[in-house]
């Protein structure tokens, strides 16, 4: 596993978590990255995305204003911020790295070349 995501975890409605994502030499250098997030029996749902180099980062609609994305490259690391947590936030959130080409734009789910397994986030 070249991603390893950590930081969730059970918070109240209205708390805050901030999600974290190592990558190797190899996952971190990539193009872009970006965070996912995952119910049972729903499709993945692209929550976040940053650009190396340029550009502003992506953030869904249906986060925005609430999550922020960021990323320390002395510590080959991806963050999720994450603030007045609902309900509906509640799903498995999955960072990923595309290393096989540029991102000309916010990449689809096939356009991500690598993947963490993912760490729960609850909101009760």
């Known amino acids: 596993v070249q991603l390893v995501e950590s930081g969730g975890g059970s918070v109240q409605t209205g708390g805050s978590l901030s999600l974290s994502c190592v990558g190797s030499?190899?996952?971190?250098?990539?193009?872009?990255m970006g965070w996912w997030r995952q119910e049972p029996g729903k499709q993945r749902e692209n929550i976040a995305a940053?650009?190396?180099?340029?550009?502003?980062?992506y953030v869904a609609a249906s986060v925005k204003g609430r999550f922020l994305i960021s990323q320390d490259n002395a510590k080959n690391t991806l963050y999720l911020h994450m603030s007045s947590l609902r309900p509906e936030d509640t799903a498995m959130y999955y960072c990923?790295?595309?290393?096989?080409?540029?991102?000309?734009?916010?990449?689809?789910?096939?356009?991500?070349?690598?993947w963490g397994l993912g760490t729960q986030v609850t909101v009760s």
């Open positions: 990923a790295s595309r290393t096989k080409g540029p991102c000309g734009g916010v990449p689809s789910i096939v356009e991500y070349d690598y």
């Open positions: 030499p190899t996952t971190y250098s990539g193009s872009c």
């Open positions: 940053i650009f190396r180099g340029s550009g502003s980062p």
